[in-house]
């Protein structure tokens, strides 16, 4: 996004586009601008990506289809999870995907290669126009339901929100129904009001997420496996949402830059976390991104302007150097380094990484998608899906950044740094690009990635929470996998059409699979009862009746209470989860206010373990 032609706030007229506003309230996006040139004049070398040529569409495509995880279509292989991930596919992910295949498949018959399938061949539809016509609209729920217009069942009150004592000001967000899904009706109903850009914090509307029976589920809750299947939904998810405001999500190719090997800066996320991971298996944030964090809350949260301060040159240029050669050898004297030095190569950090922390490519849909000014709900959700979309390491990396510039902004009364401040400060950070841009383009994209930035600052406590109508995709696709690959025809032929036959058939396979006891894995335990393992404990094991009432804390208290009874010493699990494993999820760390029969029927397969829930 932010090229080094922009040296100076751009002389432009105001645009009628609802993401401009003046240049004047962007002065701490230019002044970091003219700190970046500075810095990089006094002799930092600039990594310059490798020479890119010229792509067609269909090349585009074909990257788009590796990156949601249908390479198969390209490939023509036969392969279960590329199989398994198209039935599960809502109307408009399938839209979404025919799409892209169809501009694939033109493209390659135009330049005589390879012979491709028709797109009617891959999702198994009639000679109809258009898939939209074939899929039934049909909302996806967390519970596994796909009756149309349905509520989730036994829904929980007010007093079971995310955020309790709802003020008249506030807006409720719903993570159950497919967002693109959602956008197709909206029109018709008039749900989306327009909104002006206004750099205010105040002006952004505060949110309620409702916690179903289910809970809610953090990122870092579900296996990777898992987690992989949920970027590849959320890139087919978040290019549907813009293809249903008309809106192309359009990808240059990837900038491809090559990072370096060993040291800190310049140094892919992937790569720092191989070499951390040396000394802390589970860590999930570079560990000198920690240390930086820690040195700017050790006595700069207070301090006046800490992201707007440049620091000492020649300081910062010694401790980079001793970094580089130091750090992963555990030999560099951190006590030495100043709240003023961290800040500046905190954002040096991200500045030189070899891509972008955030993918600046869609930056221009929603640059188009703010200037139809929709109601922020709608920006909100198209962040959340990016989010969604990013890889383990950017988004575990992007989740911790958020949350230590919220102590900054909580400490605005003394530093005089504003969410807004921090947004601008880091855009050019965060969102870069090597390519260049007019003035103008300059100050619109400025904008945009500071105003998401914004928004990830104010919903951060939300945004890294994963909408439930995808993890109901992935229990479907775990559980599409499993019967494709116990090659039964009439699985595979019904998943090969994929559409009105699944979604009519579904709820009764499902209902079969949850109350035959022929299908159920056998064991001692009879319906309605699960056996809970707590290895680490000394009570390892007990079996659970659970009824309509039960929640994964009453199962954690029974075993504090069986574990500590008649010893002087309390047993403390605050750190232990209740986890589902295996069935139609890889490992599921529960919300403590999740009902388990619920979630019981629908995973009547699982394991339950308690165990210390990963953390950062």
């Not at 007229?13 to 401009?20: G, P």
């Not at 589970?282 to 920690?290: A, H």
């Not at 890889?391 to 909580?410: C, E, G, H, S, Y």
């Not at 950070?429 to 003035?439: Q, V």
């Amino acid at each position: 996004m932010i090229s080094n032609e922009s040296l100076h706030s751009p002389a432009c007229n105001r645009s009628n586009s609802q993401s401009s506003v003046d240049s004047a309230s962007m002065e701490d996006f230019w002044r970091e601008i003219e700190s970046i040139k500075e810095n990089s004049m006094g002799g930092q070398e600039e990594q310059m990506p490798a020479e890119v040529k010229p792509v067609d569409e269909g090349e585009l495509e074909a990257e788009w289809l590796q990156d949601v995880g249908l390479s198969t279509l390209i490939s023509g292989d036969e392969e279960e999870d590329g199989k398994a991930l198209l039935s599960t596919l809502t109307r408009t992910q399938a839209a979404a995907v025919k799409k892209r295949y169809n501009t694939y498949t033109q493209t390659m018959r135009k330049k005589n290669k390879q012979s491709v399938r028709d797109v009617r061949d891959v999702f198994g539809v009639s000679d109809s126009p258009s898939i939209l016509e074939t899929i039934p609209d049909i909302p996806v729920h967390s519970n596994g339901s796909a009756s149309p217009g349905r509520p989730v069942q036994n829904s929980v009150s007010d007093d079971d929100y995310l955020e309790k004592n709802i003020p008249p000001d506030t807006e409720e967000l719903s993570f159950e129904v497919s967002y693109s899904e959602m956008v197709t009706v909206a029109p018709k109903r008039n749900k989306f009001k327009k909104s002006d850009f206004k750099k205010e914090d105040y002006v952004l509307t505060k949110f309620i997420v409702q916690k179903t029976r289910f809970g809610l589920t953090e990122a870092g809750d579900l296996s990777a496996e898992d987690m992989k299947k949920i970027r590849h939904l959320s890139l087919i998810e978040l290019t549907a949402f813009f293809d249903a405001f008309g809106i192309p999500l359009k990808r240059n190719k990837t900038e491809k830059v090559k990072g370096r090997d060993n040291g800190i800066f310049g140094v892919s996320l992937t790569v720092l976390l191989d070499n951390d991971r040396k000394k802390d298996p589970g860590v999930k944030v570079p560990l000198v991104l920690q240390k930086f964090f820690e040195k700017v809350e050790e006595s700069g949260l207070e301090s006046e302007g800490i992201f707007r301060l440049s620091g000492c040159t020649a300081k910062v240029k010694q401790y980079r150097e001793e970094l580089d050669a130091k750090f992963n050898a555990d030999k560099f004297k951190w006590d030495k380094m100043c709240h003023r030095e961290a800040a500046v190569m905190l954002k040096a950090f991200f500045r030189e990484l070899p891509t972008s922390l955030f993918p600046v490519e869609y930056i221009p849909a929603f640059i188009t998608l703010m200037e139809r000014g929709p109601h922020i709900k709608v920006q909100f959700q198209a962040l959340h899906l990016m989010v969604m979309a990013l890889p383990d390491a950017n988004r575990d990396t992007a989740q911790a950044l958020m949350t230590f510039f919220n102590k900054v902004i909580a400490n605005e009364s003394k530093n005089r740094m504003s969410m807004w401040n921090i947004s601008t400060v880091m855009a050019p950070n965060l969102f870069f690009s090597r390519s260049k841009h007019s003035d103008y383009e300059e100050l619109l994209l400025a904008n945009t990635a500071a105003h998401i930035i914004r928004l990830m600052l104010k919903y951060q406590k939300i945004l890294w929470k994963v909408p439930s109508f995808l993890i109901t995709q992935v229990r479907r696709m775990n559980e599409a996998t499993m019967l494709l690959k116990k090659q039964l025809p009439s699985v595979k032929k019904l998943l090969r059409r994929k559409t009105i036959e699944r979604e009519v058939a579904s709820p009764k396979i499902s209902k079969v699979l949850q109350k035959s006891p022929s299908a159920r894995r056998m064991s001692d335990v009879p319906e309605g009862v699960i056996r809970v393992h707590a290895p680490l404990l000394s009570k390892v094991s007990m079996a659970i009746q659970l009824n309509s009432q039960t929640k994964a804390k009453d199962i954690l208290a029974k075993f504090q209470y069986e574990n500590s009874h008649g010893s002087s010493e309390c047993i403390k699990i605050q750190n232990q989860r209740l986890y589902e494993i295996g069935g139609n999820i890889g490992q599921h760390c529960l919300d403590l206010d999740a009902y388990i029969l619920d979630v019981y029927h629908v995973n009547p397969h699982a394991e339950w373990v308690i165990k210390p829930q990963s953390s950062f």
